[in-house]
């Protein structure tokens, strides 16, 4: 009886402290931002190399695996895809990838390396991937820049990996580029062939745009090369991390005269701008909802789809994006930023090997250098998991992240400032945008969406709308020993990059 008393007592304490908590309140608030990254040097073209040329039969292969997430029976998932309007008909039964309607027998997989501006304004040589479908190039419908999510494996981006253990890049060459566009998708700063630097991850979204930007310049010249010199609608999106960049790039393409002209001499014109599932306002509700129990009890509070995948990525991506901070703007000192025994990867009350990657015991920062992403992601988990800070504890469902956090951040004014300026939420934009993303979401809270289509609205936007997609009509076997989860986070892109392609083909009549 006592034991059962005692459980009672504990649950609803967890109740009580997650019921209590924070909710993501809708805050219309200006920002202002400094743009100083623009350089005569960028985007030019270091070297240029065939990395791989893919037949269209492995690539539906690999989608076919990343869209039917482990289930034995995938014919419900085609079935509910095909049925919706949400994905202009898809119907993976067919084989739209194998047998598009384009003849396209194979993607050439190109790594450009060129330059770019870095956050401490030094030009810095950088990598992407260039995805070209093989058809004649009066076949080419347009051309995507794509921002990729966050990968905390430097060689996991898309000029590096699209097999099954990074499907998402191979979502971009299956969708894309077999309907006949050219994918330029940067690895980001910091990543890629890039490693001597952190990547500059979600709180200096102006860097990552503006290589994007350097992208494009580097690719038109890649392809004046190559005899393709032709005028193309530019189409721009990203998911999760890269969602924000993505919008950013519009915002700088609207705002700063330097960018756009820099843009527009590219030869490839803005048509439409489609990000996917990303942190648009990171000061307000990213921020509660890093630093707030998102537990069973309170996930409805951030429409959060699983309190378990909350608690096992917060740590991960919070550690990722503190690394960044540190570097850049705490003299590249973790303990000024974290808990240093969170830095220094100590487990508490479990055996250390169990947050030593590949049994060693490695700090936080280089962590971030090694090459397997789940390993990474695990290793973290098992430091963060019962760290005790400011009479907060962090287990599974107490999952606010305060305990891992140097208590001297909780009134750090230049972390605040920099949370605010990220914020791509309340805005003025006229050029269409199409903002997309999962109803409920455990990693990035759909309240982003909301509140940034809401904000954007407000400031007399446009040419927007915005897409919801029901979790409910995916299922994946994620957890073998668990019932079938819905769509998740982590998984939704083979379906939120239809959407995206359905978005695209309508604008330009194909």
Not at 99 to 126: A, C, D, F, M, P
Not at 236 to 247: D, H, N, P
Not at 434 to 452: C, F, G, H, Q, R
Request: glycine residues 4%; aromatic residues 12%; contains cysteine.
């Amino acid at each position: 009886m006592k034991i059962l008393l005692s459980t009672f007592v504990f649950i609803l304490s967890i109740c009580l402290i997650s019921c209590s908590s924070r909710h993501p309140e809708y805050i219309p608030q200006q920002n202002t931002y400094t743009f100083d990254y623009l350089n005569s040097s960028n985007g030019s073209l270091q070297n240029k190399s065939l990395i791989s040329t893919f037949n269209v039969e492995s690539i539906e292969q690999t989608y076919y695996t990343a869209f039917c997430a482990w289930l034995k029976n995938c014919s419900g998932n085609i079935s509910n895809v095909k049925n919706s309007p949400l994905f202009g008909g898809f119907d993976l039964s067919q084989k739209p990838i194998s047998q598009n309607k384009l003849g396209i027998k194979n993607i050439n997989l190109y790594r450009l390396s060129y330059l770019t501006t870095g956050q401490n304004h030094e030009l810095r040589k950088v990598s992407g991937a260039v995805f070209i479908p093989a058809i004649p190039t009066n076949k080419i419908k347009g051309v995507v820049l794509y921002f990729h999510k966050t990968y905390f494996a430097r060689t996991s981006t898309p000029s590096f990996d699209i097999t099954n253990k990074s499907p998402d890049n191979a979502v971009i060459a299956s969708v894309f580029a077999t309907n006949g566009y050219i994918v330029i998708a940067p690895d980001y700063i910091g990543q890629g062939i890039d490693n001597t630097v952190p990547h500059p991850f979600i709180l200096y979204p102006l860097v990552n745009a503006n290589d994007g930007l350097s992208m494009l310049t580097a690719t038109r010249k890649f392809l004046d090369d190559m005899g393709l010199t032709t005028s193309l609608p530019l189409f721009i999106t990203g998911f999760s991390e890269g969602a924000s960049y993505a919008l950013w790039f519009s915002r700088l393409y609207q705002e700063q005269a330097r960018f756009k002209e820099q843009t527009d001499a590219t030869n490839f014109k803005l048509t439409l701008v489609a990000p996917m599932s990303g942190a648009y306002n990171i000061s307000n509700v990213t921020y509660n909802y890093l630093f707030d129990n998102v537990s069973t009890f309170s996930k409805d509070t951030y429409r959060a789809y699983s309190s378990v995948i909350a608690a096992k990525l917060k740590p991960g991506l919070f550690a990722f994006a503190m690394i960044g901070y540190a570097f850049y703007d705490k003299d590249n000192d973790c303990d000024k930023v974290l808990n240093h025994d969170f830095c220094a990867m100590k487990c508490t009350w479990q055996d250390q090997k169990k947050c030593n990657y590949k049994d060693k015991n490695m700090p936080l920062a280089e962590i971030f250098n090694q090459s397997d992403d789940m390993e990474i992601l695990n290793k973290i988990a098992n430091a963060a998991s019962l760290k005790y800070s400011n009479s907060k504890l962090f287990t599974g469902q107490t999952n606010n992240l305060i305990p891992l956090l140097n208590p001297a951040m909780i009134n750090d004014k230049k972390f605040f400032d920099i949370l605010r300026a990220s914020d791509i939420y309340y805005w003025h934009s006229t050029v269409p945008t199409t903002l997309i993303y999962l109803k409920n979401d455990s990693v990035v809270s759909p309240y982003n969406t909301e509140y940034a289509y809401q904000g954007m609205l407000e400031n007399k936007s446009t040419n927007l709308k915005k897409i919801e997609m029901d979790n409910n009509l995916i299922k994946a076997d994620v957890v073998s020993y668990l019932p079938n989860f819905e769509a998740i986070h982590p998984i939704s892109m083979p379906y939120l990059a239809l959407i995206a392609l359905k978005e695209f083909n309508q604008v330009i009549g194909k």
